[in-house]
């Protein structure tokens, strides 16, 4: 597809399970971001990464959550021990980010994974 | 963290009236970008304007950008019920991922 794809577009839990979330990003595009959105609230950086490597996770809350990009495109969040206070919306955006990481270009976002934990 | 803070939080407005949205910033940035965001969708690109730069135009869109003053402004001319959206800005802090605001919900009515 052209855009920025995620899936589930929705997911719902049990607190204390293991979630995946998905991301695959246009094609060629080398920067790829997950947020996080709460209802009413702005989109919260969780990790940026560049190529195969996360080139800042600084916005990851604590140590449940992680992500990987193995080969450069498709990227996976992956939140263990879920609680309720993860419930949101999970936005993957990438990028071309032409200037190797020195000057953040346009983001192009999916439509995100709603994610309730209950 | 959230760098961004837009004002007013809401906006009601009728069509063709014009819309205008701040946004303050606390530190040095690179680059400030308006994007917008329709209920339960993701966020779409609007405008971006370099920290060299003091105005630009999209459409009918107007951004200005004080970086004295650290804010920015976003003026939607001639307002349309499809304009109803909440608008976010975004600042770049030289290579980091862009930090977003808590976001301006802006309603036209007709």
């Known amino acids: 597809g052209a855009g920025v794809s995620q899936t589930p577009s929705n997911k719902v839990t049990e607190k204390g399970k293991y979630v995946e979330l998905r991301c695959d990003p246009i094609?060629?595009?080398?920067?790829l971001y997950w947020y996080r959105q709460s209802l009413g609230q702005g989109p919260e950086f969780l990790i940026y990464?560049?190529?195969?490597?996360?080139?800042?996770d600084s916005g990851l809350p604590n140590d449940r959550f992680f992500a990987v990009r193995p080969e450069g495109s498709v990227s996976t969040l992956k939140i263990q021990r879920t609680e309720r206070g993860d419930s949101a919306v999970y936005l993957c955006?990438?990028?071309?980010?032409?200037?190797?990481?020195?000057?953040?270009?346009?983001?192009?976002f999916g439509e995100g994974s709603r994610l309730t934990v209950l | 963290s959230q760098q961004g803070e837009e004002d007013p939080q809401a906006l009601s407005i009728q069509e063709g009236e014009n819309a205008t949205m701040n946004c303050s910033y606390k530190?040095?940035?690179?680059?400030l970008q308006w994007y917008r965001q329709n209920s339960g969708r993701g966020l779409v690109h609007l405008i971006l304007?370099?920290?060299?730069?003091r105005e630009k135009h999209s459409g009918r869109l107007r951004v200005t950008l004080d970086t004295s003053k650290k804010s920015s402004s976003l003026l939607i001319t001639a307002s349309r019920a499809a304009d109803t959206a909440s608008y976010f800005c975004?600042?770049?802090?030289?290579?980091?991922?862009?930090?977003f605001g808590k976001g301006t919900t802006l309603s036209v009515s007709s």
């Open positions: 955006a990438s990028s071309q980010d032409l200037n190797r990481g020195t000057n953040t270009g346009e983001l192009f």
């Open positions: 094609s060629g595009h080398t920067a």
């Open positions: 990464f560049q190529g195969t490597g996360a080139a800042d």
């Open positions: 530190t040095s940035i690179n680059n």
């Open positions: 304007i370099r920290s060299n730069e």
């Open positions: 975004a600042t770049d802090q030289a290579g980091t991922a862009l930090i």
